[in-house]
């Protein structure tokens, strides 16, 4: 649990940006293979993944810093405002960054916006999975609120990132009352929700029920289900118990006698229209005739033309 993966004099590279990218191009590969197995244009793939990778990033980014002012000063300055390199990106964000990619492509290359937009589905999780396994390296990044519910997690003392930023009154949401010190450092001592891991698991989620909804031949449908499914567990499991502040403060209960949820914040907020377009738009989906792949349409356009007739 150390922010840095690489350290050479002053040149350091954070396991956030590490796992992160790890992630995504695992994603694009896998992405990438599929394509190729349904008879898309790999050209295409390839470079549409590219820029929704760095699109997303940007999109990530800005949609963070515009729903968390509270991470920021008066003396911040552009590059703290850039810096993703201990964490700070907003995935709802890459979402919408991602499609506007996907939007662009369709209507430059004349292609079906679904039949590409589904394969991202895989890719989707492991980013999840990439971004917080660097949370937890990072430990400052995505905390969970303190709780009294079993199963808490208390974080070791050699975790300096998250210490160092919950026990900094400077720390925008911090947990600086249930700080000691220890030796000569301080020690945030009380159990939390390890949300970083639930963001972990979620992301493996993602993955393996993609696996499934590939199955489908309703161009559309996997693309529909990983946004309404991520919002869902998002919303409902990780940011319920996470340390971010309420946009609406309709229930917090957080202490060591206390379960640690809060409701509303930012991202429970938008994902409410998400999930609920998502369930309109696979609704309209599940009434479209399946279609199938193109390598499969191509073999039985084949198989249909009289002998001889290649």
Known sequence: MHPEFLKIGTFSIAWYGVMMVAGLV???IIAQKLAAQRGLNPKIMADLGFWA???GIVG???VFVL???EAFSKTSTFIDYINVRNGGLAVHGALIAGMMVGLYYTFRHKMDFYRYGDLFAPMLGLGIIGGRLGNIMNGSDTPGRVTGWPGGFVWPDWARG???SMCNPATAENLVQYCKKVGDQMVMTAPVHFTQLYGVIIGIIIVVASYYWLRSKRPGW???QAIMWYSILRAGWEETFR??????NVYLSEGLDKPGIGLLTTTQVISIPLILVSMVMLY???KQPEKPHLNEASLEQKASLPAGVA
């Open 162 to 164: 998250y210490h160092d």
């Open 26 to 28: 695992s994603g694009l």
């Open 284 to 286: 309209l989906i599940s």
């Open 243 to 248: 340390l971010n502040p309420l946009m609406f």
């Open 67 to 69: 729903s968390n002012p």
């Open 222 to 224: 996997t693309f529909w």
């Open 60 to 62: 990530a980014r800005v």
């Open 53 to 55: 990778m760095i699109w």
